[in-house]
């Protein structure tokens, strides 16, 4: 297995935008000498860690990972086989974002290219995160601090400023993409109170704002 460390570059000169695109693009790459084999094995560790987060908690929003990402395929199952009630990113309207129901692995549908499957029902938009308990949202990086790094499209910051007073928030990271140095931050960027890495829940300076 190849050394995983991650050793990020120094973006302090850079404006935040492009030092964010710098560190998005180190972190893909990063991420891709990670082998299946290792992937499936952090995946398994991340069901017992996810479970214990929500908690008896009913209502939860999560994601459909994508290759590179936290696995969550199967995590979705796990969630929706303990009696949960699980929204998962979907297209709306007009290519808009919105949310759909899970309904089992099998309902799920690739609706657009290079999209991860989502459900095929109807579209709600962010308001139904009002009812929601627990959303855990994918993240490339997160800091102990609580800054997120996402992909860079800005619609889970904007999805976060929906949720309900006491939605209980967390980001899946593999477990060296929890680190202590800064990630620039915009005026639009949510703090997230808890990391969800596959064995840990760790709580950011967030959680305690």
């Not at 936290?70 to 949310?99: F, H, N, S």
């Not at 579209?123 to 609580?146: K, Q």
């Not at 829940?201 to 704002?209: L, M, N, R």
């Amino acid at each position: 297995m190849p050394n995983l460390a991650l050793d990020l570059p120094n973006v302090s000169s850079l404006e935040d935008e492009e030092a964010k695109d710098l560190l998005r693009s180190y972190v893909r790459e990063h991420r891709q000498q990670r082998s299946d084999q290792a992937r499936a094995h952090l995946a398994e560790l991340w069901k017992d860690t996810v479970l214990e987060f929500i908690g008896d908690r009913k209502i939860v929003a999560g994601f459909v990972s994508t290759h590179f990402e936290p696995p969550t395929l199967e995590l979705c199952k796990v969630i929706a086989d303990a009696g949960k009630t699980l929204l998962l990113p979907k297209l709306g309207p007009g290519l808009t974002r919105a949310w759909g129901y899970f309904k089992g692995v099998d309902d799920l549908v690739q609706m657009a290219p290079g999209r991860p499957p989502e459900p095929s029902g109807p579209a709600f938009d962010n308001e139904i995160l009002l009812d929601v308990d627990v959303i855990v949202l994918p993240a490339l990086l997160m800091s102990y601090a609580g800054e997120r790094l996402g992909q860079g499209g800005g619609w889970y910051d904007r999805a976060l400023k929906e949720k309900g007073e006491q939605t209980l928030v967390g980001a899946m990271v593999f477990p060296e993409e929890l680190v202590h140095s800064h990630i620039p931050q915009t005026e639009f960027d949510v703090p997230i109170p808890y990391v969800l890495r596959p064995a840990e829940i760790v709580e950011t300076t967030a959680a305690q704002q």
